[in-house]
């Protein structure tokens, strides 16, 4: 409607333009007309006599006067002639010669004939001669009845020349109009045209002009205004009387907008509702404006328009609209509507509800694309903004999962599908839709998502008559393909499934349907998209038949089992290194214990004979040494128990390294001795006096190394070097040997230092071995904050190199390292409590609960030896009831209790005493030396643990404590905690 009133006061203002050029137009149009009508009726009379009497038209005395040399113009004589001179022009051409007496005999002929009026006339000709310079005419005198028709002659020129000059000035005009009104409109548009077109493009959109001169009151209505007031042509009440129109109510408020735009200079734009001058109500547009005349406003105009049926349709489309938002309210979805080319969106509030809105925030939410874009997820808009770029252009389907911000801040997940409605070009018109607040249902899909890609699980479900098939994302990523990269369907999993299982799988697959098994389970393998197999397990059951009873549905999961796979072959290569192991151990115990029994049987078959001690003293020490071999088989059987089982330890106390070397090297000199192989000792650089460090481990690691390099040495040398890496703060000690290497491959094996690892199995069988020392080796130099490593050659030898840490950073190493503190990590003995040190268990009762009749006849003589008074039980049931019907003086002090007993064993019995309330002191004695054993018997009731085979002075000493310190006392409580703790 503004465009309609600008439309309308542009024309009335281009108006007086155009009709001042149309009267332009018509006079340049009758000009050229006047001037040949002119030319053609005055013609004939033109013509000029010459002096002999010969009358000359006047273009002969034109081309006359163009002559060489002459410059008296046609024009110059229709001037003189209109002048009156009674003169004529001839064609005579004289020299310049003649000029002076031409100009002579002209003036002196005017002043004989002329009027003074004409002298005057004529007195100019000389000066206009001059001025030209130009060439001369001869004239005559004429007699007065030639002056008339010279006159006529030159009449009908000079008007012809002046109407076409006067044409040419009216066409430039003409033309400098139609330019200037070029610019606002089109000259070429008829007035007329356009005020009827106008008037009838208002009375089709019900608008009408109107204006009110404020200085002298003048109202001013178009007829269409008039038509909605319904009042006759060229009403025009004044400002009151208009406003009287409008509906009482609406009244104040119009005023009230009138007054600010006066006041402000704005315009107004209203729906107000009115009643004709028929009493007809309608409801009406009203638009209007001020216009200024410096600081003063002098004239309101705007437009009136009739919006009846438009306000009707939008309150019937408001109705209607409320009437879907309470049939939608119930409903979870809320809906939205968006045009692409206006931009125009639309949100219902069951939509603002999901955001978080309340009621009263309905309104202030802006109904534009931005309300929402602005609360997208920024990891969500792109993706967001593309989907819906892609729908309205290429008509892709739009169903998009997003996150938006809620009115409390956090991001919720979203599902918004809509669709456009399209012109007949394809162009999106509108795109209505639904979105539905997913947040609980995506979390949870999430997790199951996430477990399921977690376990490496993928679901499926296949439609068996069509074959249509869906496999979840993990299906798919589990084998490397992006999420439905591949078709859904049967076709799809065969293509994948491994020619050498997909028979297997289709013979589980028909068992299943045909009732022979209650699910389907296969194992088959699947092609990666990386060319590689994976191991998946197939497990399905069907969940829906025909009515016939053949099989319609079956569900299932796939389920990653690659990694099962991969452990199961580890799992395999471990029992059979294990086995090995144990064919190993079973080799390295019973060829020292081969030795043991024949000595044994040697050193018994000597002293019937009465030859005691010469063979016999060397039985003795084979017997020994065999013995300690087994021992030292044993304690790396226990040091690999305690390293799986994280419980192996180590002590930080100043240890000197070279003392610790000489003592590895002075236990090992017999045997390089026998095998004639040099060992000696390199110092690279300074070593530290004293390191804080485990002297035992450290030592264990030594010999291990040594004993490994004397073993594959048969000649040559060994060397033990040591480093100092001060800046690491790390002593290095290598062990290179001259021995009989290993190939790259063997090394690489060794270079693991894993359990039950040699170079190859051929090592124990020429060797010997465990192969347990160098994971123990690797273990012990964790613990010592190092490493250890390899380095070999076939045919030349190995060495192997590790590092402890020196502790020399520490601020109390300092303090050790600088005082005279000896080497030696001995503990002092503790005080006897009981006893003497040659009988330390003198008067101690002892229960000894033991099967073994060999064990309880050496237990029983240490013991008895140590001084002690030893009752032997065989089995549990029997210290149970000795203890229970023991009086003061028989009651045992301590118990040593045999854990693998018959009858009842000695944890049934320990906790059937405690039970009872029996807290005599009980220490465990068993042959299950294993990292957990200790604990289990303290969790049984037991106060300390002693192992077999049995440390006479270890045994001794324990018993000799807890007897004097009883199970009575605080201190036992506590020292059987201390042990526990130190168990766990």
Known sequence: MNATADSTTRIESAAPRLEHLRCWKRIARIIPV????????????????????????????????????????????????????????????????????????????????????????????????????????????????????????????????????????????????????????????????????????????????????????????????????EVPDGFAPDLDEAIAFYAPSARPILRAEIERAIASGSTWDLELPFTTAKGNHRIVRAIGKPVF???????????????????????????????????????????????????????????????????????SFTPTLDALTDRVHPGDYQSTMDAMQRHIEQEQPYDIKFRLRHESGEYRWFRMRGRAMRSENGNAISISGSITDIHDQFIAESRLDLATRAAGIGLWDWDIPSGETYFSDTFYTMLGYQPAELPMNLNTWKMLCHPDDIDAAFVDINRHINGETKQYVNEHRLHCKDGSWRWIRDLGEIVERNDDGSAKRMIGVHVDIQALRDALDR????????????????????????????????????????????????????????????????????????????????????????????????????????????????????????????????????????????????????????????????????????????????????????????????????????????????????????????????????????????????????????????????????????????????????????????????????????????????????????????????VPNVVLMDMQMPVMDGYTATDELRRRGVDIPIIALTAHAMGGDRQKCIDAGCCDYQTKPIDRPALIECCRNWATVGCRSDECASVAEALKNSAS
């Open 34 to 229: 006047l001037t040949v009508v002119s030319v053609v009726t005055l013609i004939p009379f033109a013509s000029t006599q010459h002096a002999s009497g010969k009358v000359i038209h006047p273009r002969e005395a034109y081309r006359a006067a163009s002559l060489k040399r002459t410059r008296l113009t046609l024009g110059t004589c229709k001037l003189i002639s209109a002048l009156g001179d009674p003169i004529e022009c001839t064609t005579r051409m004289d020299q310049q010669s003649n000029l002076d007496s031409w100009r002579d005999s002209t003036q002196e002929i005017n002043r004989k004939n002329a009027s003074p009026s004409q002298s005057n006339q004529l007195a100019v000709l000389p000066t206009i001669a001059n001025v030209r310079n130009t060439a001369f005419t001869d004239v005559r005198r004429a007699g007065p009845h030639h002056a008339a028709l010279s006159f006529a002659n030159e009449v009908p020129l000079t008007l012809a020349i002046a109407l076409l000059a006067l044409m040419f000035i009216a066409t430039l005009y003409t033309r400098k109009l139609r330019r200037r009104s070029a610019g606002s409109d089109n000259s070429d548009i008829d007035v007329h045209s356009m005020k009827e077109l106008l008037t009838e493009t208002n009375r089709v959109a019900k608008i009408g002009g109107w204006s009110l001169d404020l200085r002298e009151n003048i109202p001013k209505w178009s007829p269409e205004v008039c038509r909605i007031h």
């Open 293 to 363: 005349e410096g600081d003063k406003c002098v004239k309101l105009w705007g437009a009136l328009q009739d919006v009846t049926d438009a306000a009707i349709a939008r309150s019937n489309l408001e109705a209607l609209q409320a009437k879907f938002e309470r049939a939608t309210n119930g409903a979870s979805d809320g809906l939205w509507e968006y045009e692409p080319l206006s931009g125009r969106v639309w949100y219902s509030d069951q939509f603002k509800r999901l955001l978080g809105l309340s009621e009263s925030q309905f309104n």
């Open 571 to 890: 799992a395999n290569s471990a029992s059979m290194a294990k086995s090995e192991f144990l064919a190993n151990m079973s080799h390295e115990i019973r060829t020292p214990m081969t030795a043991i029994l024949g000595f044994s049987e040697l050193v018994e078959s000597e002293h019937e004979t009465g030859n005691a001690m010469g063979p016999a003293s060397e039985s003795v020490a084979a017997i020994r040494s065999n013995a300690r071999y087994l021992m030292t088989v044993i304690d790396d059987i226990l040091d690999m128990s305690k390293i799986e089982a994280g419980k192996l330890t180590v002590e930080n106390v100043p240890t000197n390294p070279a003392q610790v070397i000489e003592e590895a090297c002075g236990l090992v000199r017999n045997r390089l001795k026998d095998k004639g192989v040099a060992l000696s000792i390199v110092k690279r650089n300074a070593i530290p006096e004293f390191i804080v460090c485990d002297p035992t481990r450290m030592r264990q690691i030594v010999l291990n190394l040594l004993g490994n390099a004397i073993k594959f040495t048969d000649e040559g040398s060994i060397t033990i070097s040591l480093q100092h890496k001060a800046a690491e703060h790390l002593l290095e000690i290598s062990v290179a040997d001259t021995g009989i290497g290993m190939t790259p491959e063997q090394c690489a094996r060794v270079a693991k230092f894993e359990a039950f690892t040699q170079a190859d199995t051929s090592t124990t069988r020429n060797f010997g071995g465990t192969g347990l020392g160098l994971r123990i080796c690797k273990a012990l130099c964790g613990l010592l904050g190092g490493e250890i490593g390899v380095e070999s050659t076939e045919g030349i030898g190995s060495t192997f190199t590790f590092t402890v840490a020196t502790g020399l950073d520490r601020q109390d190493a300092n303090v050790l390292i600088e005082s005279d503190t000896s080497a030696s990590t001995a503990t002092k003995p503790a005080t006897p409590l009981v006893g003497t040190d040659e009988r330390p268990l003198e008067g101690v009762r002892i229960l000894l609960a033991e099967d073994g009749v060999d064990n309880q006849r050496l237990i029983s003589l240490v013991l008895k030896k140590a001084g002690a008074n030893v009752t032997v039980a065989e089995n549990g049931k029997i210290a149970i009831d000795h203890i229970l019907n023991a009086n003061d003086d028989t």
